[in-house]
C-alpha cells in the first residue's frame, strides 16, 4: 500500500513547475511506483496560455477549482470547464488550456510518467522507460 500527502511531496522532486511558471504539478503517483497509472495534482494560472499535446500519452482531467477554456487544436472545438467538468484525451489531441481564475486539477496519465520528463517544444512529453517497481 502507498500512502502519501501532497504536503509531504511539496518541495521534492515531485513538485514541478513549468519554465514559464504557468503551471505547477505534484506528481503524487509515478512509473516508479509500479501501478500503471501516473496520477497528478496540477494548478494552472490564471490568465495564462498553455499548450500541450500528449503524443505518447493518455490523459484524464478532473477539474476541481476554477474556470477556464479548453481548445482542441486539431478541430477548433471550444469546451467551457468549471469544477466538476472531466475531459479525457484519448486521441492525443494538441489542445490549449486557458485558465480564467487558477484552475486545479486531478489528472491521470497512461503510460505513467517518470518525473522525468520535460515538455518539448511542441508541448509533447517523450515516452520515457519506466523502472520497475522494487
Known amino acids: 500500500m502507498i500512502v502519501r500527502t501532497t ?7 515531485r513538485d514541478v513547475t513549468s519554465a514559464d511558471g504557468n503551471w505547477r504539478s ?3 503517483v509515478l512509473g516508479g511506483d509500479g501501478v500503471g497509472f501516473s496520477f ?3 494548478t ?6 498553455n499548450e500541450f499535446h500528449y503524443a505518447n500519452h493518455v490523459e484524464a482531467v478532473w477539474l476541481i477549482e476554477g474556470d477556464g477554456i479548453l481548445t482542441d487544436l486539431d478541430n477548433g472545438e471550444v469546451h ?12 492525443h489531441e494538441r489542445h490549449r ?3 480564467v481564475t487558477q484552475m486545479r486539477m486531478l489528472c491521470v496519465f497512461n503510460p505513467p510518467v517518470t518525473g522525468r520528463e520535460v515538455h518539448d517544444e511542441n508541448g509533447v512529453y517523450p515516452l520515457v522507460e519506466v523502472p520497475s517497481r522494487g
Open 7 to 13: 504536503e509531504e511531496i511539496t518541495g521534492t522532486d
Open 26 to 28: 505534484k506528481r503524487i
Open 40 to 42: 497528478h495534482e496540477t
Open 44 to 49: 494552472i494560472r490564471a490568465g495564462s496560455v
Open 80 to 91: 467551457e470547464l468549471r469544477p466538476g467538468s472531466m475531459y479525457l484525451l484519448d486521441g
Open 97 to 99: 488550456v486557458e485558465p
